[in-house]
């Protein structure tokens, strides 16, 4: 069993950054670990994604170039740069674990795992 824990999160004017952290109580480092968001009344939706050992990462078009994920596998924690934030960007952000999928599809459904999510909002 995996928890997962997400901090980071807060209020932020347009153009800001933040970064959100995710612990795993549990041993991650051979899952593939996801953050996704969710905006009131819409989907949940991907945003990036990284391979247990770090190296391939997959963003969410909408986010390319502004965020960055990477992961410590000695911390059991992945990360998630946000910068150049947009009003678009604010949701509750939750991370996600996958054992044996691929972190290049972004599907909500390959992930076994959930946080209870971090809120970043972004003032205009």
């Known amino acids: 069993q995996v928890q997962l824990v997400e901090s980071g999160g807060g209020l932020v004017q347009a153009g800001g950054s933040l970064r959100l952290s995710c612990a795993a109580s549990?041993?991650?480092?051979?899952?593939?670990m996801g953050w996704f968001r969710q905006a009131p009344g819409k989907a949940r939706e991907f945003v990036a994604a990284i391979s247990w050992s770090g190296g391939g990462t997959n963003y969410a078009d909408s986010v390319k170039g502004r965020f960055t994920i990477s992961r410590d596998n000695t911390k059991n924690t992945v990360y998630l740069q946000m910068s150049s934030l947009k009003p678009g960007d604010t949701a509750v952000y939750s991370c996600?674990?996958?054992?044996?999928?691929?972190?290049?599809?972004?599907?909500?459904?390959?992930?076994?795992?959930w946080g209870q999510g971090t809120q970043v909002t972004v003032s205009s």
């Open positions: 996600a674990a996958s054992n044996g999928r691929s972190w290049r599809r972004g599907l909500v459904t390959d992930y076994d795992y």
């Open positions: 549990g041993r991650t480092s051979n899952y593939i």
